[in-house]
């Protein structure tokens, strides 16, 4: 018995016909765990390289935001200027709804601050307006368009 040129027994169809059939089924099965095995390969690497890719100037903390609160013309000295990341509109007049305050000086009423990262702020201040012994409190939003910007924003306050 002699092979034709595909590598079947010639002579025997039927047998020719389940071997080539067996061969198919063998083939594709083959084939589509190979494909799934290169599709969970390549879903893997995407998601290890959007996982551990970032911007470094986005994540880094060196950016600041610096400034003076006044009230028209008045310089308000020892305000408190709280801040929240990630917020455009006053989040509210609770000191529990900021990351964080500091104090501006007693001098030019400047206030600086330190270990930010890019993002929105949004700026609140309060203190006490010594030419009408009110208090005066107010807000702005502030944007840091990089993790190493020096961002200068004035805190305007009203009665």
């Known amino acids: 018995m002699g092979y034709n040129n595909v590598g079947f027994p010639k002579g025997q169809p039927v047998q020719t016909l389940r071997l080539f059939i067996t061969l198919v089924d063998v083939q594709k099965d083959y084939f589509r765990n190979m494909t799934m095995k290169f599709k969970s390969i390549f879903i893997f690497l995407i998601s290890f390289l959007l996982l551990n890719c970032s911007d ?21 000295h020892n305000a408190t200027v709280y801040y929240r990341f990630d917020v455009t509109e006053f989040p509210g007049a609770s000191p529990d709804d900021y990351d964080g305050s500091v104090i501006a000086d007693s001098f030019k009423a400047h206030y600086e601050i330190t270990g930010l ?43």
Not at 56 to 74: P, R
Not at 131 to 147: A, H, L, N, Q, W
Request: proline share 3%; aromatic share 4%.
């Open 117 to 159: 990262k890019a993002g929105n702020y949004y700026l609140y201040a309060v203190g006490i307006d010594t030419s009408c012994t009110c208090e005066v409190k107010g807000g702005i939003p502030v944007i840091i368009k990089s993790g190493e910007e020096n961002v200068t924003s004035n805190v305007p306050v009203t009665e």
């Open 56 to 76: 470094d100037d986005a994540s880094s903390k060196n950016a600041s935001i610096s400034g003076s609160v006044a009230h028209h013309d008045e310089l308000i």
